[in-house]
């Protein structure tokens, strides 16, 4: 079963629109950790957040926002007046603290901000 | 620093060869390394990780093996190449084996099986 699923394949956006990609997770674990990933055109993923099982509070970092809900499961993140460096494949990923080894990522989204 | 390099950026190899990709990683020391396959779609599977010298796990079964000869070096190899193996490979750290540690991406080795 999937531990993580991004159900968004692709998402295109024209810019300085809001967009968000959703992410939801599957795990028995009381404690476990989510994060996002970008990655550009380049290949590299770049590490954007992580955020733990008993933090439900939303962040905020610049354009970027996560909201965290436990109840349906999810790790939603948001760009708000999206650029077009913005485009990159976006991860959600899942480790649990019985099984720290091992990330769970989603299939990813792919988003095309268009200028 | 906590560069991670990878070697070689790109690769072409045809079906039957031997592979031999390297991951060093700069600064951190004891790391936990991985090694994990993108294929054509985007999905990451995890392939190997190590939390020590000469100490693998092997994730999924396959005609890969990876070798940690030394503290920050972390080796992919194949003695035969199959057209399926062609991907993305992605060496990756983190600072132990804790679930609350990010791993961190190097830049990746384009593999192509011909």
């Known amino acids: 079963a999937q531990k993580v699923t991004q159900a968004q394949t692709e998402i295109s956006v024209v810019e300085k629109e809001d967009v968000t990609l959703d992410c939801v997770y599957e795990?028995?674990?009381?404690?476990?950790?989510l994060f996002w990933y970008k990655q550009p055109p380049s290949g590299e993923l770049v590490f954007l957040i992580r955020r733990n099982s008993f933090d439900e509070q939303n962040e905020i970092s610049g354009r970027y926002s996560w909201n965290f809900q436990k109840s349906t499961s999810s790790f939603n993140f948001t760009i708000t007046a999206s650029q077009v460096v913005d485009s990159a494949v976006y991860f959600c990923a899942l480790s649990e603290s019985n099984t720290g080894n091992q990330f769970y990522f989603g299939t990813g989204t792919s988003l095309t901000v268009i200028p | 620093s906590q560069t991670i390099h990878q070697w070689p950026a790109t690769l072409v190899q045809p079906v039957g060869s031997p592979l031999s990709l390297e991951c060093t990683v700069e600064g951190t020391s004891n790391p936990n390394l991985y090694w994990y396959r993108q294929a054509a779609g985007r999905g990451l599977q995890l392939l190997f990780y190590s939390v020590g010298i000469g100490q693998i796990s092997s994730e999924v079964p396959q005609n890969l093996s990876a070798s940690r000869p030394q503290d920050r070096q972390f080796i992919l190899s194949s003695k035969k190449l199959l057209l399926s193996d062609s991907g993305f490979y992605l060496c990756a750290r983190s600072l132990n084996g804790g679930a609350a540690n990010e791993q961190f991406f190097g830049p990746g080795t384009r593999l192509t099986v011909l």
């Open positions: 795990t028995r674990d009381t404690t476990y950790y």
